[in-house]
């Protein structure tokens, strides 16, 4: 009886702590860079809900390749980047003006 209440109580537990998402396995300079990549988030709220997402569905384990990782201009990023209505404008611009997509996305989500 003991045993099945300990089984029960730690069943419990996991389903109050499991939120029902799994967690992405990325390399420690995969988690590192999507970490650093929140400072450019153009809010503190979005930069607090930036990091949040990064720790809710991502954790540190063997590397990625699938993971989208890019560097332009200095910048390093990986995954998607959630982008200010301001930031889309200047994407939309860049991409009109000849830049490719990717590189606009990310410069423009640094330097706005």
């Known amino acids: 009886m003991m045993k099945i209440a300990a089984v029960a109580g ?3 537990l996991i389903t109050f702590a499991w939120d029902g998402t799994d967690q992405q396995e990325v390399s420690k300079q995969q988690y590192q860079t999507m970490t650093e990549q929140c400072r450019y988030a153009d809010t503190r709220a979005a930069r607090a809900e930036c990091l949040a997402d990064v720790k809710k569905f991502y954790r540190v384990g063997k590397s990625d390749p699938t993971l989208d990782c890019r560097t332009y201009a200095g910048v390093s990023v990986c995954g998607h980047l959630t982008l200010s209505r301001a930031e889309r404008a200047c994407v939309d611009e860049a991409v009109k003006s000849g ?4 590189r606009a996305e990310v ?3 640094a330097f706005g």
Request: overall charge neutral; aromatic content about 30%; glycine content about 0%.
């Open 107 to 109: 410069e423009c989500y």
């Open 99 to 102: 830049t490719a997509y990717r």
């Open 10 to 12: 730690f069943l419990a």
